[in-house]
């Protein structure tokens, strides 16, 4: 049903606008007595359904306050809410990283093993999450240990005899350019001017002997000398320790948290 309203503009006057304005508020009785009845028809099933369960309603509320209820509900609430992964298998990782074993820093090791576990696992993202509440994950970590088997230093002398001999050598002179050059024994080793070596190519002018002593520093003809060679040997033994380092973590408050260590 469709209602229509005449507007009333400011510049007419009352006496030929009183019909407009009779009619626009018989309009606004129809609209209203309408509304009114189709609202009661509307939520009339309600209304009964209210009326019918009232009384039991108030004695439900009434009952639960008597047994204290809410604070049982909560209680129970809190419990689900705590047990919600409950009957989830605990999950098993494996830190990446095979650390050497210190008791110094072992504190350090389970600081950033629970690091990259958020970072790799996180409990949730933006597009959704991926562990529950109270999810149990085990993460091992390996440690390795180092024992210095071999550390030592050996020395091997080994001798050897030496020995000398006296040396002769002898030495030829040349005459070239000059004359009267004497050669050792003040004769006169050539007796012209410009002898060359094209001249003589085989004739050297004179001769002298040599004679050597070889002697060790003890003055005599043999010696004993040693070698000796030092051997530097290091062995370092590193294996796996038998005693893994397990991590227990759950899930509390939508983070990684460490729940003991074994």
Known sequence: MSYTFNKILSSGYIGNDLSLVNENYKQLDLWTTNISISSEKFYEPLKNFYLFYGDFWKDSINFSYSINAIPRLTSFQTNVLENSAKWIQPLVFYYPAI????????TNLQKNALEWMKQTYPVSTESGVNFVENTIAYLYCILYEEDEKINTVNQI????????????TTVSCWVQWNTNISCYDNHNACNSTNKTKAAYPLNPSCYKNFSVTCLY???LKSITRYGVANINSYFLDRYERENILCMILTVKNCN???LKVL
Do not use: A
């Open 99 to 106: 650390t050497k074993y210190d008791e110094s820093s072992l």
């Open 157 to 168: 002398i080994k001798p050897t005899n030496c020995s000398t001999n006296d040396t002769s």
């Open 217 to 219: 520093e003890n003055n």
């Open 256 to 258: 990684w948290k460490t």
